[in-house]
């Protein structure tokens, strides 16, 4: 850079200063309001958002049917009776899928059933407990009848297939159980 123009730009730099000096403390504060209003803006919009989050679960859990709160124990059913042993819920000990035979013919299609069959002798559906038992359907030949997860079977040519379903807690526990369908012909 020139020697001459450096110098120059250093005077002007210095006398721009004398002119216009810097007030440290009104610098300080000004910055210190914009912060503070950044932090509450963020503060209440993350707030809000937690709050709308919140609403949206609840709705979503009473469109479910499940209860927006409450202990993981199976629902009130007509067949599922309280235990004896006290205030202890019903304990699920085992899976059983309705109906355990069945017959379709081709192109048509039926619906199995999950009921999680519990310690004191009664049963419930998996649709219908608080805590909801994730439940996986398997085809054994899918080219002979496909099962979607809602246990709706798509019978798709002649045979005979085994469908599997695990039902899994939220927990970890989980029970099978198998229902054997025959696929036949239209007559």
């Known amino acids: 850079m020139n020697h001459n123009l450096r110098d120059r730009m250093a005077a002007e730099a210095a006398s721009l200063a004398d002119r216009y000096p810097a007030d440290i403390e009104q610098a300080t504060a000004s ?22 989050l919140s609403v949206c679960v609840l709705l979503w859990r009473s469109a479910s049917g499940a209860p927006a709160w409450g202990p993981f124990a199976p629902a009130a059913s007509a067949s599922a009776e309280p235990t004896t042993q006290g205030d202890t819920a019903p304990v699920a000990v085992g899976l059983r899928i309705e109906p355990a035979e069945a017959s379709l013919a081709v192109r048509s299609s039926g619906r199995l059933a999950a009921f999680l069959i519990l310690d004191n002798g009664a049963s419930v559906s998996t649709d219908q407990v608080q805590v909801r038992w994730r439940v996986e359907w398997v085809s054994s030949d899918p080219s002979i009848a496909t099962v979607d997860q809602d246990g709706v079977v798509h019978a798709l040519r002649p045979g005979s297939i085994t469908v599997r379903a695990v039902a899994a807690e939220p927990g970890g526990i989980a029970f099978t159980g198998t229902s054997r369908l025959t696929v036949g012909r239209v007559p």
Do not use: K, N
């Open 31 to 52: 910055g210190t309001r914009r912060l503070r209003r950044r932090y509450i803006t963020l503060s209440v919009t993350a707030i809000l958002v937690v709050a709308v």
